[in-house]
């Protein structure tokens, strides 16, 4: 059974920290590019931040470079999203993604973030 499962989300004042993390079971992790979306309320799901399979390569959104950093470490099966500098605006829904051949893609049921002071 294909499971990916955030955590590390919750109430953080503005300018804090937050690591998410989301371990995955039943695929071959590695295989996968590992994606960080969220959605806040009212607005569409956006991509926040890729990591290719090896973890060489990772791109984000605009409106986070230089705050979020994705990483994942294979031997855990679990991909990380440190989010620094945190912003009222970064508030959302943030949910984990697995995306791999032929279209196959696996999501989390998400985690709650909250910047506020």
């Known amino acids: 059974q294909v499971q990916l499962v955030e955590s590390g989300g919750g109430l953080v004042q503005p300018g804090g920290s937050l690591r998410l993390s989301c371990a995955a079971s039943?695929?071959?992790?590695?295989?996968?590019?590992m994606r960080w979306y969220r959605q806040a309320p009212g607005k569409e799901r956006e991509l926040v931040a890729a990591?290719?399979?090896?973890?060489?390569?990772?791109n984000y959104a605009d409106s986070v470079k230089g705050r979020f950093t994705i990483s994942r470490d294979n031997a855990k099966n679990t991909v990380y999203l440190q989010m620094n500098s945190l912003k009222p605006e970064d508030t959302a829904v943030y949910y984990c993604?697995?995306?791999?051949?032929?279209?196959?893609?696996?999501w989390g049921q998400g985690t709650q973030v909250t910047v506020s002071s």
């Open positions: 993604n697995a995306a791999g051949g032929r279209g196959t893609m696996y």
């Open positions: 039943g695929f071959t992790f590695s295989n996968y590019a």
């Open positions: 990591i290719t399979t090896t973890g060489r390569t990772s």
